[in-house]
Structures are given as C-alpha cells and as structure tokens.
C-alpha cells in the first residue's frame, strides 16, 4: 500500500528563516511527484512535479528536490505570505494521488 | 480558461437530507477526479472519471454517495441520507490524462 509521510507536521518560522520540509514515501512504479500548497479554506494550488531521482525545480523562494524515496522542499528567506499548508503526493500516472496529510508553516514576521 | 469551478462553495443541511455538489473542469481536461478532505488531513481520493466513464472509486465511497459525469464535461457527486461524519470539504480536480491535477475552491459541507 502507497504510504506518504510529511514532516514536520507543523512548522514556524520568523521572517528570513529558511528551512526544509521533508516527504517521505512507498510507492512503487513512482511516475511523479506533486507538490501543493493550501491556503486555509481553499483548494489545494499545484506548485511542481518532480519526475526523476536528482531533478530540482523552483518558484520564487521555493525550491522542490528528489530522491527515490523522499522529496524536500527548501524555503529560503520566507515571507509571511509563504504561510500556508503544503502538501506533497507521489503518483504512478494513472492512478488517484495519495496525499500526505501536510506541513503547516507559519512565517512571523 | 478560469480554472477548475466548484458550486456551491458552502452547503448546511440537515442530517438525512440529500446534496449534491457540481464541479466544472478546465475545458481541455479529459480527467476528472472528487477528493474529500476533513480537518488536518490531506485530500482523499474518492473517485475519477477519464471523459464520462467512472474508472475507479475508492472504498470510501460508501452505497450513499454517487458521481456522474454525463457527456464528459461537468461532473456531480451526490450524498443520500447524509451523515454527520460526511462533513468536510469536497475538492474537485481535473488534469490531461495523468499530469497535473488542478484543484477548484471546493465545496464545504456541513451536516447538523
């Protein structure tokens, strides 16, 4: 069965504060992975796919790496506006995301 | 294109009472999936359509909640007999076969 863990499960940070948040998962077959941020109340808003072991992809001050069994997503110098939850989902292509059930970040300025 | 659409955005009902939810897709998609999602949880795939046939439904799609997608474009799930431990959020997403699925605002339902 796919398993995905998110850690930590919640995360502050005072404003400039970078840090990383860490995607663990058991997926066989992984064709990608997806990661997702979530403002409270609204739907998750896609921010990259990672497809291979080694690819890096980045937006602003967000930077998404893998490995064949774990993800990161690096936030350097945040914002308070980076605040939000985000989430990460390996998927095998054809078949419905398994989400993990997210980090929380909270950026005080 | 304006995304992927969701109505209504909030729904109170009465426990027993029966709802449904729509959900508009991004044109070119030809995916369409529901996800439910409670408090603290990520999403959880309840079940997708590629065009107007239902492909897969999760086990936690219990006799009581039915999806349609007539002619491949809009999609409807509805909950019969609703249940308090059916309140959550209902999100909708679409993608072009397996990339990306792009989320609407979902719909917040709220049983008493």
């Known amino acids: 069965e796919d398993q995905v863990t998110q850690s930590p499960e919640a995360l502050r940070l005072q404003e400039g504060e970078s840090s990383s948040l860490n995607c663990s998962y058991t997926v066989s077959g992984l064709r990608g992975l997806f990661w997702y941020r979530q403002d409270p109340g609204k739907g998750p808003e896609f921010l990259f796919t990672l497809y291979s072991a080694g690819e890096e992809k980045e937006k602003e001050r967000l930077k998404a790496t893998l490995t064949k069994k774990e993800s990161f997503l690096h936030i350097t110098a945040p914002k308070p506006e980076d605040s939000a939850t985000y989430l990460c989902?390996?998927?095998?292509?054809?078949?419905?995301?398994?989400f993990g059930k997210g980090t929380r970040l909270s950026v005080i300025a | 294109d304006t995304g992927v659409s969701q109505d209504p955005r909030h729904k109170i009902t009465k426990r027993g009472q029966n709802v449904t939810f729509r959900c508009d897709p991004i044109?070119?998609?030809?995916?369409l999936y529901w996800y439910r999602q409670t408090l603290g949880q990520g999403p959880e795939f309840l079940t997708y359509f590629q065009n107007e046939a239902q492909l897969e439904k999760s086990r936690l799609l219990s006799d009581r909640f039915s999806a349609e997608r007539p002619k491949g474009s809009f999609s409807t799930l509805e909950i019969q007999r609703t249940e308090q431990g059916d309140s959550a959020m209902y999100l909708c997403a679409s993608s072009f076969q397996g990339g990306e699925q792009f989320f609407g605002p979902g719909t917040r339902l709220t049983v008493l």
């Open positions: 044109s070119e998609h030809n995916r």
């Open positions: 989902a390996p998927s095998r292509g054809n078949t419905p995301l398994v």
